[in-house]
């Protein structure tokens, strides 16, 4: 039997994460984690007074989501972050070193259209812009693919899990 992955599902913000992430773990039958649920009070306070997390804010947010990455190892499991930049994703593999990551990709125009149908949720494009600006795609030396949010919720999870068996099991 091989051991199930510990999935980061990741990307921009309107890519889908909150909407791939649970279907990702239905597949596999592992539990789901929303990353923003990780977040201290105080990054909470900080984005509620309208104000930006930099990269101090973000550094207790990713190691909580690091050390539920790591309390999966062997188990499975997937959890939503962002995790735009290589040094954000490095944080979230030293601390669970079988990591892999779904990188949800799609042009700006379509992440925006997705973006305007969204339900309780607001961003500013000038935020969206923010986003793709520091967006650091997955390179080749690291676990992970990279899946279109072109179609359908079910379609976009069965390229994931298609993509995702292409993938060496972690070793436990």
């Known amino acids: 039997m091989s051991t199930p992955h510990v999935v980061v599902v990741m990307g921009v913000a309107g890519t889908g994460k909150t909407t791939i992430g649970p279907l990702l773990a239905a597949r596999f039958g592992v539990p789901y984690a929303e990353g923003d649920d990780f977040h201290p009070e105080a990054n909470i306070r900080k984005m509620s007074a309208g104000h930006p997390l930099d990269d101090a804010d973000r550094w207790p947010w990713l190691d909580a989501i690091g050390a539920w990455a790591h309390g999966r190892a062997g188990l499975g499991g997937v959890v939503s972050s962002s995790a735009l930049k290589r040094s954000y994703r490095d944080r979230l593999r030293a601390a669970a070193p079988g990591v892999v990551f779904v990188h949800l990709t799609g042009d700006r125009a379509l992440v925006e259209e997705r973006m305007s ?8 494009t000038a935020l969206l812009d923010s986003q793709f600006a520091t967006l650091e795609p997955l390179q080749p030396d690291e676990a992970g693919v990279a899946v279109s949010v072109a179609g359908s919720p079910e ?3 069965a390229r994931a899990v298609k993509a995702l068996e292409g993938l060496p099991h972690p070793a436990v």
């Open 117 to 124: 149908h969204r339900q309780g949720h607001f961003m500013p």
């Open 155 to 157: 379609e976009i999870t």
